[in-house]
């Protein structure tokens, strides 16, 4: 069955850098979203992504964070000077279609020193 | 904002007991969705539900769209260990702008 991938499943990253998650999602899917699940909470939405642009974002997702598919095939978070509460599990998601269920990668954990 | 309130948040049973678990909210959702997480992994999709009223099963798992379509409950029948993890629901809406909100979570764990 077609999944979503995320790289690296683990990133730790010295506060103040940049940081690039990367998420390949599946192949007919035209929906991608970005979510965060601070550890022991809900996950929660960032953004999400479609033809190219943001079609919604949260109150999470700030000017230091941005989206980007820089190829047919890949879905990259940045976020641009991170900082120690950005600690979290990232994860990508895609939907086949607006309203459809999205399925889920395994996540990439951002650990900020 | 929406919120979504799962019960029980955490739940302790016995391998071979049935399972309940519910998702209640104070808005109308198009969509009710129920994923389970394993420590480590994202949310696996187990069942998807479109219309108030609708019931759907998987297995041992059975979920249902309440009429109100404000919320919806699972049932897992027969627990086996491999049923331990944390059990998300989550409701789309379209109304407005297109929303995908997950619930607080219920942390199953079961004794052999």
């Known amino acids: 069955e077609p999944e979503v991938t995320q790289t690296p499943s683990h990133q730790v990253t010295q506060m103040g850098q940049e940081v690039i998650l990367r998420c390949v999602p599946i192949?007919?899917?035209?929906?991608f979203y970005w979510y965060r699940q601070i550890l022991g909470q809900k996950v929660e939405f960032l953004v999400s992504?479609?033809?190219?642009?943001?079609?919604?974002k949260s109150e999470i997702f700030d000017d230091q964070f941005s989206v980007e598919r820089p190829d047919g095939s890949n879905f990259t978070l940045k976020i641009r000077s991170t900082k120690l509460e950005d600690s979290a599990m990232y994860f990508c998601?895609?939907?086949?279609?607006?309203?459809?269920?999205?399925?889920f990668g395994d996540g990439t954990r951002l650990s900020i020193l | 904002g929406q919120q979504l309130n799962q019960s029980p948040q955490s739940m302790f049973i016995q391998e071979g007991e049935d399972v309940s678990m519910n998702c209640t909210s104070s808005?109308?959702?198009?969509?009710w969705l129920w994923y389970k997480q394993d420590p480590g992994e994202g949310p696996v999709l187990l069942i998807a539900?479109?219309?108030?009223?609708e019931l759907t099963s998987n297995g041992r798992l059975t979920a249902q769209f309440g009429i109100t379509r404000k919320d919806s409950f699972l049932n897992i029948s027969a627990s086996i260990p491999s049923d331990v993890g944390i059990y998300f629901c989550?409701?789309?809406?379209?109304?407005?702008?297109?929303?995908?909100?997950f619930g607080t979570g219920t942390r199953l764990k079961v004794l052999a």
């Open positions: 998601a895609s939907s086949e279609n607006w309203g459809q269920p999205q399925h």
């Open positions: 192949s007919n899917h035209l929906y």
């Open positions: 992504f479609y033809n190219n642009e943001i079609s919604e």
């Open positions: 808005s109308i959702f198009n969509t």
């Open positions: 539900l479109y219309k108030a009223g």
């Open positions: 989550a409701g789309i809406t379209t109304s407005g702008t297109y929303k995908y909100i």
